[in-house]
C-alpha cells in the first residue's frame, strides 16, 4: 500500500512541475494588421524597440529598412538572488540572451523569439547554456534543478509579456507622433 502511494505521489508531483515551454524554446507568430503599409509596421516596431529596451541601438544586430526586417540580441534578467542557487554559490547574478526577430509586410508582420541561452553575469553559479535543454549546461551541482525550472519559467512569462506588448504597439493607430503641438 504504501508503495502504490508513493508511486501515485510522484506522477502527481511530477505531471504538477511539467512547464507547457514551446517546442525547442521558440516563440513565433504572424500577426495581421488591417490597412497597415509595412513601413508604417516597421515605424511601429522601431518605436517598440527604442520603448522596451533601455538602449535600442545597443542591442540592435539588424535594422534593415529596406526588407523591413529588425533583429535584436537583448539580454533579460535572469532568476538572481542572495540565497544558494548551487552547491558552491551564495549569490549569483545571470541573464538569457536570445534574438528577437519583427519582420514587416504589408497587412502582417511576423515576430520570432529564438535561441535562448542562461548566461553569468557576476558570481561563482554555473552557466545554464540553453534552455532547449532538460538539464543545466553546468549540472546540476552548480545549478540547482529549482532553480533551473525557476530560470526557464521566467524566461517564458517575460517572452509572453514581450509579445503580448509588441502586439500592442504594432496595433496601435499612433505612429508616435504627436498631432498639432
Not at 530560470?151 to 496595433?171: C, F, G, R, T
Amino acid at each position: 500500500m504504501k508503495n502504490l502511494l508513493f508511486i501515485l505521489l510522484t506522477i502527481v508531483s511530477m505531471s504538477l512541475s511539467a512547464q507547457d515551454y514551446p517546442e525547442h524554446f521558440t516563440y513565433t507568430g504572424v500577426v495581421k494588421v488591417d490597412s497597415a503599409s509595412a513601413t508604417i509596421l516597421y515605424s511601429r516596431a522601431k518605436r517598440f524597440v527604442a520603448e522596451t529596451y533601455k538602449s535600442g541601438k545597443t542591442v540592435t544586430d539588424l535594422d534593415d529598412a529596406t526588407t523591413t526586417t529588425i533583429i535584436l540580441k537583448p539580454l533579460m534578467d535572469s532568476y538572481s538572488s542572495s540565497v544558494s542557487m548551487s552547491a558552491i554559490s551564495s549569490s549569483c547574478s545571470a541573464s538569457v540572451k536570445y534574438t528577437f526577430t519583427i519582420e514587416c509586410k504589408d497587412g502582417r508582420y511576423k515576430y520570432t523569439l529564438s535561441d535562448f541561452h542562461h548566461v553569468i553575469d557576476i558570481g561563482q553559479c554555473g552557466a545554464g547554456g540553453d534552455l532547449t535543454s532538460e538539464k543545466p549546461a553546468c549540472g546540476y551541482f552548480l545549478l540547482f534543478k529549482k532553480t533551473w525550472a525557476k530560470i526557464k519559467a521566467s524566461a517564458d512569462a517575460e517572452a509572453k509579456a514581450l509579445i503580448e506588448a509588441l502586439n500592442k504597439a504594432m496595433n496601435s493607430s499612433s505612429t508616435g507622433a504627436k498631432s498639432d503641438w
